[in-house]
């Protein structure tokens, strides 16, 4: 690609929008501070392709951090888009497409009895730990280090995504009074888990990502999400799954069917909007019914259930229910998995941790099972060979700190450019 025109009109408008927007962004990773360039400003996307204001191109890994399973513009999508906004963009009332979600969510996730649609994942967590704590009396809820659950004062903890790509633990604006409630944990270590069960009778939740996807990709050990749900049984507490980007992703029941794990409420996102901005909690009749206007735990929103939201995520989580999606998915991750893992330095300590439909390569000699594992990958390394890949017109999420997703629409061709352009950039880097 050529720099040059890049410069002009993307750093045009990143100059721009310094004056108006704080960094530049309206989301801290996008603005590529940790790779350390300024950002390429897109214009349109479709298929497995981005495409910049300057007319150049790239190979998608980031997928608007996860709802492109299907690619960009999936022409059923689209469709139900055009057919929805003839009929209007809002209404602040109920419509027959957010019923048609929620009977299609509960009849997809097992553990979803009942669900209620919100606009983002941070409102999807933050509303179900309210829920919890109503349900259980209790208040403490604990996370894990590294995983990210939206922007919520409870979960600026030790977080993955945004915090740890900038190197910041936790936020300021959060009150001491409500970061007491929150206990974070190392994710992959029942022992800790257990130690706070026993010296904490106030526990009211154990929220995470099921398989992590926010300090990078991070797999639970074997036994990590049953042990947990037995704890959080014995002790009368929920297990809330984050699966705002393994919900439909690494299969048509997410982490919890992959596992055969059974969360008592579970958070969707931007997944279930097919790019539109979309959220949602859910789970057992029994709790999901304290909720607003039937119960005490009070939650809303206008633009909940909007029905150009519904329909693009309707449309989307159909496409999705066919076992091909998930196949077509799997060969594609296990190309690039096989490719990358075949790279072969003496220099460049390479681990890959991949599942269906997202993978992350660190470079550090530890296998990755914990934030601090996760930690120890050599940011400078990921950062020279990002600004290989965006040369070589490939669009690799800015940061060590996320994964990357893989759609159904990224082609032989497309995968196998992608591995030699980390071969190439990791042969520079020795
Ligand atoms: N923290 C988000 C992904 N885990 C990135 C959001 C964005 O920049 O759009």
């Given at each position: ?51 910049d204001v300057d007319?150049?191109?790239?190979i ?43 009977e ?20 999807a ?91 990078g ?62 959220g ?15 119960g ?38 296990n ?23 997202m ?46 997703f ?25």
């Amino acid at each position: 690609m050529s720099e040059a025109v890049q410069i002009k009109k993307s750093h045009r408008l990143f100059e721009r929008a310094k004056q108006v927007i704080p960094g530049g962004v309206n989301s801290p990773v996008r603005s590529c501070l940790a790779v350390g360039i300024t950002p390429v400003f897109i214009k349109s996307a479709d298929g497995a392709y981005l495409y910049d204001v300057d007319g150049e191109s790239y190979i998608d890994y980031v997928g608007s951090w996860g709802p492109m399973i299907l690619g960009h513009k999936h022409p059923y999508v689209m469709e139900a888009l055009e057919h929805a906004i003839a009929h209007g963009t809002s209404f602040g009332a109920p419509c027959p497409a957010e019923v048609e979600m929620a009977e299609l969510i509960c009849k997809t996730i097992e553990s979803i009895e009942m669900v209620r649609m919100v606009n983002s994942g941070t409102e999807a967590t933050m509303s179900a730990i309210r829920l919890a704590r109503a349900y259980t009396n209790k208040s403490i809820v604990i996370k894990f280090d590294g995983c990210y659950h939206g922007h919520g004062d409870s979960f600026l903890i030790n977080a993955g995504s945004g915090l740890a790509t900038l190197g910041i633990a936790s936020s300021l604006g959060v009150p001491e009074a409500i970061a007491k409630l929150t206990i974070s944990l190392p994710y992959n270590n029942l022992e800790a888990v257990k130690t706070a069960f026993k010296e904490h009778k106030n526990i009211a939740a154990i929220i995470l990502e099921p398989i992590v996807g926010n300090a990078g990709l991070i797999l639970p050990k074997a036994k990590f999400l049953e042990g947990l749900r037995d704890l959080c049984t014995e002790n009368g507490a929920l297990l809330i799954f984050d699966e705002v980007m393994t919900g439909f992703r690494v299969s048509k029941g997410g982490a919890q069917e992959l596992y055969k794990i059974k969360p008592d409420l579970t958070c969707l996102g931007k997944i279930i909007g097919g790019g539109l901005p979309v959220g949602a909690y859910g789970g057992k009749k029994e709790i999901m019914e304290m909720i607003a206007p039937i119960g005490k735990v009070y939650q809303a929103g206008t633009l909940s259930g909007n029905p150009l939201a519904m329909a693009a995520g309707l449309a989307q989580l159909k496409l999705l229910q066919s076992p091909l999606t998930y196949k077509m998915l799997e060969s594609n991750t296990n190309r690039l998995t096989e490719g990358l893992k075949a790279i072969k330095s003496k220099k460049v300590p390479l681990q890959i941790a991949h599942t269906n439909g997202m993978i992350t390569v660190f470079f550090t000699k530890e296998p990755v099972t914990d934030f601090e594992s996760a930690k120890s990958s050599d940011t400078e390394m990921f950062a020279k060979v990002w600004r290989h890949l965006i040369k070589e017109g490939i669009y690799w999420p800015p940061s060590q700190f996320e994964a990357a997703f893989i759609s159904t629409v990224h082609s032989k061709h497309d995968i196998d450019k992608t591995i030699q352009a980390f071969e190439t950039a990791v042969a520079n880097l020795s």
